[in-house]
């Protein structure tokens, strides 16, 4: 952002859902674009960055999902921006199952598990030493896949219900009658 920038306005949760799973599939995809399937082991420099564009895949569709069942985007404890929950893969996951999420996908735990801890200490975004059993980012982005796509289809179920929960309290107050489809 330039200095010139002016800060979006707070938005209703539902709508940062929808805009949240939609990022989270556009990083999924752009993992492989980085790293693509075709070519795996080509350029190890590239593993990094499309397993960073991956783990924030997996903390934009837990947030979209977390959205979407009323947790506030604020600073307080339990809340998404809190430091303890802000990027920290694990705790958004079991925020997440608290409020009811199960996985649509084989061994999303394992890949929030594995993710968590090198997404939470950035050390993806930031070069570090030292050796790590890394997996394909291929096979994480097939994983992430169906769980995105469900994640997206209760995001898109409750956006669209809560827009007409909206509309119909809108249209009461002001006394409008809406005629019935036929």
């Not at 307080?76 to 608290?98: C, I, S, T």
């Not at 007409?164 to 309290?169: A, G, L």
């Amino acid at each position: 952002m330039g200095d010139d920038a002016q800060p979006r306005p707070d938005r209703p949760p539902h709508e940062m859902a929808v805009g949240y799973i939609r990022d989270a599939e556009a990083y999924r995809r752009a993992a492989l674009l980085v790293h693509p399937r075709e070519e795996p082991g080509s350029d190890p420099d590239m593993l990094p960055p499309a397993l960073f564009l991956l783990s924030h895949a997996v903390e934009l569709a837990l947030k979209a999902y977390l959205l979407s069942q009323g947790v506030p985007d604020g600073w307080n404890e339990g809340e998404l921006k809190h430091p303890a929950v802000r990027h920290d893969l694990v705790r958004l996951h079991d925020l997440a199952v608290a409020h009811g999420f199960v996985a649509n996908g084989p061994h999303f735990d394992g890949i929030v598990d594995w993710l968590g801890p090198f997404h939470r200490g950035h050390a993806f975004r930031y070069r570090q030493t030292g050796w790590a059993t890394l997996p394909a980012p291929s096979r994480v982005a097939d994983l992430l896949a169906p769980v995105i796509a469900d994640i997206g289809r209760s995001v898109a179920g409750r956006a669209i219900a809560l827009g007409q929960d909206q509309r119909r309290q809108a249209t009461d107050t002001a006394g409008i009658t809406l005629a019935a489809p036929e």
